[in-house]
């Protein structure tokens, strides 16, 4: 599909030297941080209207995230490897507000579903995707969505955490941001407050000039997630944040998604049965391709309606 289209009224962002990494989470425009709804502002030209009004901006010292996350819609979401179908089919919501847990077992198709709702997926050689990932009601792969504007609204956590080996802890942060010619003063609080969204100022504001992978691992994760809030995303996107870390950094985490799911929809693929239960609201359960069954945590561990879940939640396979 075409990735051409951006912005109206700016200059394409996607130069050699600006790309931003898909962890990055750049914005497309100088102008697009201050707008309320900029999932509407994808396509090229803009939407007639947009049903959601725009926000005020933060208060002093406020995490940047100033209005709830949007909703995801997948339909009939089909993911290629050259001719081998790895996802078939899916239809799915993830809804705003919630946290939403993927289980299943290895090579069922969980990340690359993932990978799918913010276009990462078509960046690996021979991939492609068929169907419709709708985003608040847009339709990402629309030809004339701009694949940055996707990647700055839905943000991505990877398994391992990845910092930028050569930046300081505050440069991380502001990596996005200086993308889009944040004015000096306004990225020293853009940081800030992303960092305390992560949980992470009280921890690093007395080294902000250090590498940030000198960071502890349960720190570089928060890094990174504090890297993707600095851009106001309205989704992130977790592929096992915690597989790598140790209990104490673990539960921080979960904490910390606890907090953010009030303003930005959270997508977790785990492997880990107690961890989904403790943070989603709601669990759906892959197995071969295709969604089993989908509910609410509780009712997907104490009594789902396929017995292929009931067989993986209690450890007969995976």
């Known amino acids: 599909m075409s990735t051409d289209a951006h912005l109206p009224g700016t200059a394409d962002p996607r130069t050699p030297s600006q790309a ?7 914005p497309t425009s100088p102008n697009q941080e201050d707008q309320g709804a900029p999932v509407h502002q994808m396509l090229e030209p803009k939407p007639q209207s947009s049903t959601r009004s725009a926000t005020p901006p933060a208060p002093e010292h ?48 969980k990340s690359t579903m993932v990978r ?15 169907g419709k990932v709708l985003l608040d009601g847009l ?34 942060v502001a990596a996005g941001l200086r993308l889009a010619s944040r004015k000096a003063g306004d990225l020293q609080h853009r940081v800030e407050s992303a960092l305390r969204a992560a949980g992470l100022w009280e921890e690093v504001k007395d080294r902000l000039s250090a590498p940030g992978a000198g ?10 997630i504090a890297r993707s809030l600095a851009v106001e995303p309205e989704v992130i ?7 790598a870390l140790d209990p104490i950094a673990t539960l921080k985490i979960e904490e910390l998604i606890d ?30 391709g295709e969604l089993v069954e989908v509910g609410p945590t509780e009712k997907i561990f104490t009594n789902p309606d396929d017995p292929r879940t009931e067989e993986y939640v209690t450890g007969k396979f995976g």
């Open 20 to 26: 931003p990494t898909p962890s990055e989470n750049a």
């Open 237 to 243: 996107l977790m592929d096992e944040p915690c597989s």
């Open 139 to 172: 339709d990402i792969y629309d030809p004339a969505v701009d694949v940055v504007a996707v990647r700055r609204a839905i943000g991505m956590v990877f398994q391992k955490p990845n910092p930028f080996p050569t930046m300081s802890v505050f440069d991380n």
């Open 116 to 130: 799918c709702i913010n276009r990462m997926h078509e960046e690996i050689p021979g991939a492609r995707a068929e």
């Open 259 to 288: 907090q953010l799911k009030r303003h930005v929809t959270i997508v977790i693929v785990t492997h880990n049965m107690q961890q989904a239960a403790r943070v989603a609201d709601r669990t759906a359960f892959m197995l071969g």
């Open 62 to 109: 406020a995490a940047p995230l100033v209005r709830p996350g949007s909703s995801v819609k997948l339909e009939r979401l089909r993911a290629f490897y050259g001719e081998a179908e790895q996802v078939r089919g899916i239809d799915l919501e993830f809804r705003s507000g919630e946290v939403t847990a993927i289980i299943g077992p290895s090579g069922c198709g």
């Open 215 to 224: 960071l502890s691992g349960g720190q570089q994760q928060r890094l990174c």
